[in-house]
């Protein structure tokens, strides 16, 4: 059972940066979709951003211009680059990748941003 591994959360101040990381634990094939969510406790997981096979990048409105997502070209790992951090952007973090009808999640990692 492939696991994906993720790290780089943690304690940072309002307007700082944060990057988070995610390794899958075995090679995953045919990787259609690469994702990071994020979830408050109480409230539904939301998509943050998303890279597709093609190369296309998406971002859900509250973090675009602030949040990039990206991989190696082997696409052996995803990674979440956060800027300009808000209270707001507070939640737990997990890394999604589809391979055809499998979804792959990480377990989560906390952000919390200080004001």
């Known amino acids: 059972q492939v696991q994906l591994v993720e790290s780089g959360g943690g304690l940072v101040e309002s307007g700082g940066s944060l990057s988070l990381s995610c390794f899958p634990s075995?090679?995953?094939?045919?990787?259609?979709?690469m994702r990071w969510y994020r979830q408050i406790p109480g409230k539904e997981r939301e998509l943050v951003a998303e890279?597709?096979?093609?190369?296309?990048?998406n971002y859900a409105a509250a973090v675009k211009g602030r949040f990039a997502i990206g991989s190696d070209s082997a696409k052996t790992m995803v990674r979440l680059m956060m800027h300009n951090l808000k209270p707001e952007d507070t939640a737990v973090y997990y890394c999604?990748?589809?391979?055809?009808?499998?979804?792959?999640w990480g377990q989560g990692t906390q952000v919390t941003v200080s004001s």
């Open positions: 075995a090679k995953i094939f045919s990787i259609s979709t």
């Open positions: 890279l597709t096979s093609g190369g296309s990048r």
């Open positions: 999604n990748i589809q391979s055809g009808s499998r979804a792959y």
